[in-house]
């Protein structure tokens, strides 16, 4: 275990649906990821979150909206989603915002949209 | 745009190969190069990083080199063993901090 735990581990959702994804990570950590992994492509960051401050947003659609209460929570809700956006989320922490070569990942979300 | 390429994508071997994995990377100004694991229904988990001031980090049975002026990367992986088949993912960290990664070599050891 690594420190950070992601619910739900697999989510089917309609293109008409709303759920989120939650991250919480338990290492005293002040930056937060959210990452998506297509298959056989790279791990694509979309999301970073500094002392709960969003700061990057990797050009993703609305349809992704993350929050951050807290340094500890993270969340991504979706809606509308469409079937490209099948993949596994992944979301990761670090120390702080200057040890992003620190990184400790969660195991992900296997999301199917159907 | 810095690009991550891996090869193989993916590769089968018997218990007990010497094998090596390559990454490549586009641009050199690079802060360092990470190696990670990536198990099935689990995350990414540090193998080795390797700074941009040195040519090569081991632990255990593993060795990572760094040639960052050719934008060259490799794992090398010796003796390997059923407990290795996993997904080995190659990252680097650019300036402005951020990762970026390729899309892996799956690797299976068949005992």
Known sequence: ETGVTQTPRHLVMGMTNKKSLKCEQHLGHNAMYWYKQSAKKPLELMFVYNFKEQTENNSVPSRFSPECPNSSHLFLHLHTLQPEDSALYLCASSPSPDTYYEQYFGPGTRLTVT | ?111
């Open chain 2, 1 to 111: 745009k810095q690009e991550v390429t891996q090869i193989p994508a993916a590769l089968s071997v018997p218990e007990g190969e010497n094998l090596v994995l390559n990454c490549s990377f586009t641009d050199s100004a690079i802060y360092n190069l990470q190696w990670f694991r990536q198990d099935p229904g689990k995350g990414l988990t540090s193998l080795l990083l390797i700074q941009s001031s040195q040519r090569e980090q081991t632990s255990g049975r593993l060795n990572a080199s760094l040639d960052k002026s050719s934008g060259r990367s490799t794992l090398y992986i010796a003796a390997s063993q059923p407990g290795d088949s996993a997904t080995y993912l190659c990252a680097v960290e650019e300036y402005g901090n951020k990762l970026v990664f390729g899309a892996g070599t799956i690797l299976r050891v068949k005992s």
